[in-house]
C-alpha cells in the first residue's frame, strides 16, 4: 500500500477519512494532533504548553511536532503504509518531512487534498464530539453521525467529549492559519506530481467512496479487498 499524506482545512473529515481507511485496508493512522494531545494530556511541563497552544489553535513548534512524528514513524506498525493526518503543514514541514523519508527509508507515497466549503466547517466543528474510551468520532448536528446518547459511544460505551480546540474562536484561526500556511503545499506536491482532490463536501461516505474509487484506480498500489 502506498503511503498518504491527508491535507484539508479543520474540519473537513482527514480524522474521519483516515479511520475508515485503516478499517478497509488496516493503514496504520497517524495523527500528529492526537500525538500531541496525548503529550498534552500527561500535565508536565511541555505537556502543559502544548496544551495551551492547541487551545488557541495555532502552531505546536516543528521541532515538537518531528520529534513526536519521527518516534511514531519507528514503529513496525508503519512498514506495510500509513496515513499522515495533519503533517505536514507547511511547506518547511513539507521539506523537513523529505528530509525524515530519505533517512528513514520511507515512500513519500500519495498526497490526497479534502476540499470543503468553508460554510460545512462550523457545524463539522461544533457538533463533533470524540470517544474517549475508542476515538470514534461523532457530530450531533448530522444524523447520519449522531451518537444515541450526546454523552456516550455508541460502540464502547466510552464518554464522548469535545475538544478544547473545536469551538467558533479557535476555528478562526485553525481556518485563516490553513490558507494561508497548510494550502501552499497543494503546489509543492502537485509539482512532485504526487497529488490528488476530492470533495468532501457530500459527508464522510461520499469522500470515503471517492476516495477508494481513487485509490484503486492507482493500479497496484493498494491491496484491494
Ligand atoms: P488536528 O487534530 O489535526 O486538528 O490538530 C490539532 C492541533 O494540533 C492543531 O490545531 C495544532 O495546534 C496542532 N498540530 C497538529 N499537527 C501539527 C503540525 N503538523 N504542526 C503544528 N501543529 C500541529
Same mark, same amino acid.
Given at each position: 500500500?502506498?503511503?498518504? !499524506?491527508?491535507?484539508?482545512? $479543520?474540519?473537513?473529515?482527514?480524522?474521519?477519512?483516515?479511520?475508515?481507511?485503516? #478499517?478497509?485496508?488496516?493503514?496504520?493512522?497517524?495523527?500528529?494532533?492526537?500525538l500531541?494531545?496525548?503529550? *498534552?494530556?500527561?500535565?508536565?511541563?511541555l505537556?502543559?504548553?502544548?496544551? /495551551?497552544? =492547541?487551545?488557541? +489553535?495555532?502552531? %505546536?513548534?516543528?521541532?515538537?511536532?518531528?520529534? *513526536?512524528?519521527? &518516534?511514531?514513524?519507528?514503529? @513496525?506498525?508503519?512498514?506495510n +503504509?500509513?496515513?499522515?493526518? +495533519?503533517?505536514?503543514?507547511?511547506?518547511?514541514? *513539507?521539506?523537513m518531512?523529505?528530509?525524515?523519508?530519505? #533517512?528513514?527509508?520511507?515512500?513519500?507515497?500519495?498526497?490526497? %487534498? =479534502? @476540499?470543503?466549503?468553508? #460554510?460545512?466547517? !462550523?457545524?463539522? !466543528?461544533?457538533?463533533?464530539?470524540?470517544?474517549?474510551?475508542?476515538? *470514534?468520532?461523532?457530530? !450531533?448536528? &448530522?444524523?447520519?453521525?449522531? $451518537?444515541? @446518547? /450526546?454523552?456516550?459511544?455508541?460502540?464502547?460505551?466510552?464518554?464522548?467529549y469535545?475538544?478544547? @480546540?473545536? &469551538?467558533?474562536?479557535?476555528?478562526?484561526?485553525?481556518y &485563516?492559519?490553513?490558507?494561508?500556511?497548510?494550502?501552499?503545499?497543494?503546489?509543492?506536491?502537485?509539482?512532485?506530481?504526487?497529488?490528488?482532490?476530492?470533495?468532501?463536501n /457530500?459527508?464522510?461516505? %461520499?469522500?470515503?467512496?471517492? %476516495?477508494?474509487?481513487?485509490? /484503486?484506480?492507482? +493500479?497496484?498500489?493498494?491491496?484491494?479487498?
Open positions: 500500500m502506498k503511503n498518504l !499524506i491527508l491535507i484539508a482545512a $479543520p474540519g473537513a473529515g482527514k480524522g474521519t477519512l483516515a479511520k475508515d481507511l485503516k #478499517e478497509k485496508y488496516g493503514y496504520t493512522h497517524i495523527s500528529t494532533g492526537d500531541l494531545r496525548e503529550a *498534552a494530556a500527561k500535565g508536565d511541563e505537556g502543559n504548553k502544548i496544551h /495551551e497552544t =492547541l487551545t488557541k +489553535g495555532e502552531f %505546536v513548534s516543528d521541532d515538537i511536532v518531528l520529534a *513526536a512524528l519521527k &518516534n511514531r514513524l519507528m514503529n @513496525d506498525d508503519c512498514e +503504509g500509513y496515513i499522515l493526518d +495533519g503533517y505536514p503543514r507547511t511547506v518547511k514541514q *513539507a521539506e518531512y523529505d528530509d525524515i523519508v530519505k #533517512e528513514i527509508n520511507k515512500d513519500l507515497g500519495m498526497v490526497i %487534498v =479534502l @476540499d470543503i466549503d468553508k #460554510e460545512l466547517l !462550523i457545524e463539522r !466543528i461544533t457538533g463533533r464530539r470524540l470517544c474517549r474510551g475508542c476515538d *470514534a468520532i461523532y457530530n !450531533i448536528y &448530522n444524523p447520519e453521525l449522531s $451518537p444515541k @446518547d /450526546e454523552h456516550t459511544c455508541d460502540k464502547c460505551g466510552g464518554e464522548l469535545q475538544r478544547s @480546540d473545536d &469551538n467558533l474562536e479557535s476555528l478562526e484561526t485553525r &485563516n492559519t490553513y490558507i494561508e500556511k497548510t494550502q501552499p503545499l497543494i503546489d509543492y506536491y502537485n509539482n512532485k506530481n504526487c497529488l490528488y482532490r476530492v470533495s468532501s /457530500e459527508g464522510s461516505k %461520499v469522500t470515503l467512496k471517492r %476516495v477508494i474509487e481513487l485509490l /484503486e484506480t492507482q +493500479g497496484d498500489s493498494v491491496d484491494k479487498n
